[in-house]
């Protein structure tokens, strides 16, 4: 038998579904096709081989971008919450990266970098590193200090008092900036492939619109959504399965 919060999961996907094919048949808008024909739309895409060519394009700069952003972005994270001076030197960088409006930022990628993947690898990554940074970092400053003394206490390194204690405390604000983060980074791909170059879905998503073909472009922002899903129901499971009676709400619990 199903349990409560999957079964809470279906009905509001029911609901979301059953609400865009009614908007779509009143409808709301003569750019809005419905439910059923952007699921056609997908099938047909996706039997044809258009959408695995496109995303072949697109999980380029989005994988390389998440895993810098993770490596870098957990690394850096661990450093200011652990250095008090690296902190001050470091934290405002990121702060005004997570601020800063992205697409006036695109155009100087552009002239630094071309058209090509870096610029679009730079733009998951601005999108991504800063919500990793800054939640590794607020985890790690706000490990429970007994636990700290705890370690200590038991003549424990510095080094296993960080593996040990430290991330594996934190691990659950951890994991939840880096869902953030790839959610940002999914973000960042798709503005690139718009902003930058057409190219993979983004391409699918202009196209797509200059011909008002809408139902194959809901049916590829839908892929992006669902792929994003799937992405973060991943990195859930391999929280559970790392962490495994560590996950709690907050690392203060």
Not at 104 to 117: E, F, K, Q
């Amino acid at each position: 038998m199903l349990s409560r919060p999957t079964l809470l999961k279906i009905l509001s996907t029911l609901i979301v579904f059953g609400a865009w094919e009614i908007a779509g048949r009143i409808p709301v808008s003569y750019a809005f096709p419905t439910f059923i024909e952007s699921m056609q739309a997908l099938a047909r895409m996706t039997f044809d081989g258009t959408l695995f060519t496109a995303y072949g394009e697109t999980l380029k700069p989005l994988v390389i971008g998440i895993l810098i952003s993770t490596v870098l972005g957990i690394s850096i994270g661990l450093a200011i919450g652990l250095s008090g001076w690296f902190d001050w030197l470091m934290s405002p960088i990121f702060i005004v990266m997570q601020a800063a409006p992205l697409a006036a930022l695109i155009p100087l990628l552009v002239m630094a970098y071309g058209i090509g993947l870096t610029s679009k690898v730079f733009v998951v990554c601005i999108m991504a590193m800063p919500v990793i940074v800054l939640n590794t970092s607020s985890a790690v400053r706000n490990t429970p200090s007994s636990l700290k003394e705890m370690g200590r206490s038991f003549l424990g390194s510095d080094l296993e008092i960080i593996t040990k204690i430290i991330i594996p405390s934190a691990s659950p604000i951890i994991f939840s900036g880096l869902r953030l983060g790839v959610s940002a980074g999914f973000i960042g791909a798709i503005l690139s492939e718009l902003k930058i170059t057409p190219t993979g879905v983004g391409d699918i998503i202009t196209y797509s619109r200059s011909i008002a073909d809408y139902p194959s472009m809901y049916a590829a922002i839908f892929s992006i959504i669902l792929l994003a899903v799937l992405f973060l129901n991943l990195l859930e499971t391999i929280e559970n399965i790392l962490f495994e009676g560590n996950n709690r709400g907050y690392v203060s619990d």
